[in-house]
């Protein structure tokens, strides 16, 4: 299991302490939360990091803690995951990311996500990853595209965690293929 991937802007690792207050603060920002559930509280962040560590110790892969290596600002999450829940394209392994505002625009979430790729495929052999979100979410959707994810509309789904109708229900899904 990989702690760390580097790239070049980007160091790539587990979660600490310090990465606590920045990320109660991304997480309670109305433009990083616009597509998802709802703002969180400190605790409820807090518990997310708790989540994402416990994830690396079952499933060997996770969220990775993403920082700036020219000064080591945190920036946000950029990793694997394993969803919970039940849809037609499951058992799946998604890749997915969440930065600060303030450091959108760059490139960041795509280089990372490219390393993170990169592992899944080549180290870990994975045939497959997925990724998801809302279809207004134009920016996640750009990053998929980047990545060479493609969506076919034949896959998307309605989110089981909200109800028929929820403005976040419907959901468009994106694959890659291993290619060799
Ligand atoms: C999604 C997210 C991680 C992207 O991070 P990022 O580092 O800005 O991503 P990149 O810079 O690699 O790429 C962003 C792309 O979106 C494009 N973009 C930005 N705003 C856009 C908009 N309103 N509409 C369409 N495209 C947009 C950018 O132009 C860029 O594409 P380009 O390189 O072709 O110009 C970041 O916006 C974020 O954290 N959002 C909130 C959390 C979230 O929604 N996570 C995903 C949940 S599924």
Known sequence: MADTLTTARLL?????EADRLPFQRLNADPRVMEF?????????????????EQHFERHGVGLFAAELLADRSFLGFIGLSTPAFDAPFMPAVEIGWRLA??????????????AVLRYAFETLELPRVVSFTVPHNLRSRRVMEKLGMTHDPAD???HPR??????LCRH???RLNRSC
Do not use: C, I, K
Request: proline share 8%.
């Open 12 to 16: 790539l690792r587990r979660w600490r």
């Open 36 to 52: 998802l559930p709802g703002l969180l509280a400190p605790e409820a962040s807090d518990a997310m990091v708790v989540r994402m």
């Open 101 to 114: 505002a303030e450091f959108w625009n760059r490139g960041l979430a795509t280089e990372g996500a490219q």
């Open 156 to 158: 998307d789904f309605d």
């Open 162 to 167: 909200f109800a028929p109708g929820h403005p």
């Open 172 to 174: 468009v899904l994106y």
